[in-house]
């Protein structure tokens, strides 16, 4: 009941629907139809689940300064400016000062400049960022200047911040650069002569920049709330964006000066953490980039925002003790290790590990063991906090007799733990101290149900196989064998010896007394015996549309296949032909003068092994092209699923194969060799007859060429072939070339060069 209650409960349901984002933009749009003093509870709800939403900090906002609350806009501002990098909420910024300062004469022209610096510091180098450098000149532009020097400086102002514009990638360069060569020229034409050509190579690379720059933006998804990572496509496909947008800037690809290039860096850091602000590795890797610059204190200022965005987040609180304590701040580190661990209620038995240790860095052995005395009270101690510190005095303090103390000390408490029992042994092994090695086994074993006592069964029969005699060995491992039989399904046929105890005994790290296909066998073997028992027919196994219901016992449950599955009846299957058409039952056999005598050689070995009839396998034959049957007839035996490939191709050039004959009704039946043959152009040229290969009947005309209509022509010559891509056809044409230009005669008088045979060109000459 009390279930029941707490799950139907309204206050857990919406903690699990906390990050709901389609919620949270229905109570946005709601709170945009209801008055600012019932809205703003709804906007105080919203950001503090999303912090870095910067669409609703501006819906906030704007509805302030609707009522003109100056006093709760500015607040909100404070909230939300540095964490939110996003244009148009710093637009609405500027906005808000400009409209504040706009009657305050000379004093509040001075403080909206002020406003736009500081808004082009942190967001300034946005891709989008355009719009606001040009509201920007525009405003220096406006700007009264009331003497000569007033006007000087007004265009000293509105030059520079073209200057800084045109080098930023952003959308608007190419327009910023415009309007840089219009105001330079309409000042001084000799000047701006020189100034655009300074600033023109530099204009160029940050409008190659943009291009790249934009390619890995419009990947990323501005329109994300940061909600903690769930592990889908998307939010890994947003992740990835942005790691590429990262190393793309950490690339510097502009060149430009390390603070410039670092400034762009953290931009690009900030901006991601408005979407991954849930995601630790991003925290990590901006803190260690700081780090790693040299900026210490701005890494600390990371680590510290981070342990605010993810309270509960371990690894966060140890990667930023380790940045302490590497810098020395050692009372720092230790402030972050005890909010680690608390009040000691919920505190973690890693976390006590690591405490330990830091202090037997920091402060040495008694403070160590004085908060390990403490530690071994706490309700949530366990095994692990004795074999740290047990490590802790044998390996630091040089202290094995300390360390057998608390093995001794825990094994009080943790008899039951097979892995502590291990554990403990393997600090023995470490002392050489088999005598205590053997008793420690013989207690736990004596204790430790049959089901939990498998590895410490095997490192007691592996400890003897070291240490021990045959004797002693051949011992346990007969214990160990009538200790585990109750758990194993076979019941007694485990207490029969086997080969694999052999193996498992003469065996030495990756040397075995056998080979891996004897292995293999051993262990099929084994798997054999386990299920010797089991009544499992082989047909029930293999084929047949009741092996899902028959599945539930034997060899099949073992295998935890199923009952659900339904296997095809491989007995129904037949053999494809791509020449069958839908609803045709039979198959058109053709003849040809060969097949039946080369058949007659081929059989089926699988039918004839099983005793099967042979109607499928003749039925294949029968419609088989001549020239493939003569090939496989020729084919040798071999033995396994893969021919030898020289063999395969000796073969197959000095097999004589038979040609397939082409007819067409009308025209005499005309064979062709497996050669490009002449196109129409080719051996109408020629005055002198072109050899043929053997095995063609086709002559070419001699003296003049017939008029004969071109599409009779077309269908009665055939023109170039395309050209073979598999090596055999390539084998067989050359061999075909080197026939043919052997069998010429010396009454030829003309000459002839076919090109290559790979390519398949053929040139003719006339003599």
Known sequence: MEIEKR??????????????????????????????????????????????????????????????????????FSRCLLICLQVPLWRCYIRFIRKVNDKKGLE???????????????????????????????????????????????????????????????????????????????????????LLSEYQPKFNSARAVYRERKKYVDEIDLNMLAVPPTGSYKEELQWMAWKKLLGFEKGNPQRIDTGSSNKRIIFTYEQCLMYLYHYPDIWYDYAMWHAKSGSIDAAIKVFQRALKALPDSEMLRYAYAELEESRGAIQSTKKIYENLLGDGVNTTALAHIQFIRFLRRTEGVEAARKYFLDARKSPNCTYHVYVAYA???????????????VFEAGLKQFMHEPVYILEYADFLTRLNDDRNIRALFERALSSL??????EVWKQFAKFEQTFGDLASMLKVEQRKKEALSTTDEEGPSSLESSLQEVVSRYSFMDLWPCSTKDLDHLARQEWLAKNI??????????????????????????????????????????????????????????TA???LAASSTLSNPVVAAVGGQTSAFDEILKVTPPALVAFLASLPIIEGP?????????????????????????????????????????????????????????????????????????????QSQPLPTDAFRIRQIQKASRSASASRTASQTGSVSYGSAISGDLSGSTG
Not at 391 to 405: E, F, R, T
Not at 705 to 713: T, Y
């Open 108 to 194: 509040g022209q001075e403080e909206t400049r002020k406003a736009f610096d500081f808004m082009l510091s942190y967001v300034g180098a946005d891709i989008a960022s355009g719009p606001v450098w040009m509201e920007y000149i525009a405003f220096l532009k406006s700007l009264q200047a009331l003497s000569t020097q007033e006007e000087s400086q007004r265009m000293t102002a509105v030059r520079k911040a073209y200057q800084r514009a045109i080098v930023t990638p952003t959308h608007h360069t190419e327009q910023l650069w415009k309007d840089y060569e219009n105001f330079e020229n309409s000042v001084s034409r000799h000047l701006a002569k020189g």
């Open 449 to 454: 149900p049959p089901e939990k006592s498998v």
């Open 7 to 76: 799950a139907d409960d309204p206050g857990s349901k919406a903690m699990e629907d906390k990050y709901n984002v389609e919620a949270t933009e229905n109570q946005a749009n709601e709170a945009l139809r209801l008055p600012i003093t019932e809205a703003a509870p709804i906007y105080e709800q919203i950001l503090t689940v999303f912090p870095t939403a910067a669409k609703y900090w501006k819906q906030y906002v704007e509805a302030q300064i609707v009522v003109n609350n100056d006093d709760a806009t500015k607040q909100i």
């Open 642 to 718: 893969t021919p030898d490939v020289d063999v395969v191709l000796s073969i197959c050039l000095q097999s004589d194969i038979p040609t397939p004959q082409l007819a067409k009704s009308g025209t005499a039946p005309m064979q062709f060799q497996s050669v490009p043959a002449p196109s129409t152009s080719d051996l109408s040229v020629s005055s002198k007859s072109h050899p043929i290969p053997s095995g063609s009947s086709f002559k070419p005309a001699r003296g003049k060429r017939k008029n004969i209509d071109r599409k009779d022509d077309d269908e009665t010559t055939v």
């Open 593 to 595: 003068t060969g097949v």
């Open 533 to 590: 028992n089991k009544k499992v027919e082989k047909s029930t196994v293999l084929s047949g549309p009741d092996f899902a219901d028959k599945g539930s016992t034997g060899l099949i449950s073992n295998s935890s296949v199923s009952a659900k599955v339904v296997y095809p009846d491989t007995n129904q299957m037949v053999i494809y032909d791509p020449r069958q058409k839908p609803g045709v039952g039979n198959f058109q056999a053709t």
């Open 391 to 405: 490590m802790v005095a044998l390996c630091l303090d040089k202290d094995p007799k300390m360390a057998h103390n």
